[in-house]
């Protein structure tokens, strides 16, 4: 490994950073995305727990929309959350890479390692978060839970007109496929260099440290901690909530 890939100290405090500013247009018209409810509580609630529920994270900053962060922060003080975090709201970009760099400078310096989380995944297990967190301390600059696909995913080539069938091009190895989740950890210096040098191509935060030639490793991720996109994802959702609740008194 390169030295910046071993450049986070062991035992340096972790922040994540949530990218709340998004409008979440494909479920429909109303309230942001984030702010939707599950079981009566916001989205972004929800997650911003789950983040907190690690015994790792020190600090979760909330990047909100841009005219919305008092909003956002009068959210976080109306609803329970854990005394031993530290919670920070900050006003967001136009874009998400924008808003996760906006989340990057507010972090105060003795944070070196540093969690991207969608806020649209508001149930992630608590395992999982440590999973991420505990790569990055063994010395991985960047790490993304994943998923085996359970589908045959095929690639395909654009229709000659919209709304015309596909032609299928080829059939990718579906062993060496993996449906990546959030969040994904970084070392910070290692973040903070990709968000200053990479512009295009932006799928996530960890394929912009793939372009500045850094190793990204994979760890388990979990099938609960899926992105709430489609109104069916918010009936998903309120099933694993009720779940929770029988089985673990949530």
């Known amino acids: 490994m390169s030295d910046e890939s071993r450049s986070t100290p062991a035992q340096t405090s972790v922040a994540a950073v949530i990218p709340a500013a998004g409008r979440g247009v494909r479920l429909g018209p109303g309230a942001p995305k984030a702010?939707?409810?599950?079981?009566?509580?916001?989205?972004?609630?929800?997650?911003?727990?789950?983040?907190?529920?690690?015994?790792?994270?020190?600090?979760?900053?909330?990047?909100?929309p841009p005219d919305?962060?008092?909003?956002?922060?009068?959210?976080?003080?109306?609803?329970?959350?854990?005394?031993?975090t530290d919670f920070l709201v900050v006003p967001g970009g136009e874009s998400r890479q924008e808003s996760v760099r906006l989340g990057l400078e507010a972090l105060p310096p003795q944070y070196g390692i540093v969690l991207v989380h969608d806020a649209a995944r508001p149930l992630v297990p608590v395992d999982t978060v440590d999973a991420v967190v505990e790569a990055v301390r063994d010395g991985a600059p960047a790490v993304v839970p994943a998923l085996p696909l359970a589908d045959t995913v095929k690639e395909v080539a654009p229709a000659a007109e919209a709304g015309e069938p596909e032609?299928?091009?080829?059939?990718?190895?579906?062993s060496r496929l993996r449906a990546v989740q959030?969040?994904?950890?970084?070392?910070?210096?290692?973040?903070?260099?990709?968000?200053?040098?990479?512009?295009?191509?932006?799928?996530d935060d960890a394929s912009m440290v793939e372009q500045l030639g850094l190793p990204v490793v994979a760890v388990p991720g979990h099938e609960e901690a899926f992105k709430v996109t489609r109104p069916l994802d918010l009936v998903l959702a309120e099933a694993v909530l009720a779940r929770r609740r029988l089985n673990d008194g949530f």
């Open 35 to 64: 702010l939707r409810a599950l079981s009566g509580t916001p989205m972004l609630i929800h997650a911003v727990r789950a983040l907190a529920a690690s015994r790792h994270v020190a600090l979760v900053v909330v990047v909100a």
């Open 182 to 203: 959030t969040p994904q950890g970084f070392g910070r210096a290692t973040l903070v260099r990709a968000h200053e040098s990479v512009t295009e191509n932006v799928t």
């Open 167 to 174: 032609p299928v091009v080829a059939t990718p190895e579906r």
């Open 68 to 84: 919305g962060a008092a909003e956002v922060k009068s959210l976080l003080d109306a609803h329970a959350l854990p005394d031993r």
